[in-house]
Nanobody
């Protein structure tokens, strides 16, 4: 299983950014796909997750109402649309996948990880 995250960059507070995660190597219809982030000196934090098969997305409390996860099943790609960005959203964002993790906020329960993509929000 390979996960490739992209789309990070520098954005001003209040702005928007969209991250992508392309998955390959497996049939992902039975997987949960998620996003975590890790700021310097902090633990990895759950951002959100979604299934390929449909159903609701789950979000961490700090991003509810500002971030949204979507899927393009044909391209095996998920997206993280981030709006209303704040300086505290600055972090490395990681794409992850697992058959069972669902909406777990524990990163150790997610089996597959992509490389991170850095998001920097300036004030």
């Amino acid at each position: 299983v390979q996960l490739q995250a992209s789309g990070g960059g520098l954005v001003q507070a209040g702005g928007s950014l969209r991250l992508s995660c392309a998955a390959s190597g497996q049939t992902f219809s039975m997987y949960y796909m998620g996003w975590f982030r890790q700021a310097p000196g902090k633990e990895r934090e759950f951002v959100g997750s979604v299934t390929w098969a449909g159903g609701p997305a789950f979000y961490g409390d700090s991003v509810k109402g500002r971030f949204a996860i979507s899927r393009d099943n044909a391209k095996n790609t998920i997206f993280l649309q981030m709006s209303g960005l704040k300086p505290e959203d600055t972090a490395v964002y990681y794409c992850t996948a697992d058959r069972k993790a669902r909406s777990s906020t524990d990163p150790s329960l997610w089996g597959y990880w992509g490389q991170g993509t850095l998001v920097t929000v300036s004030s």
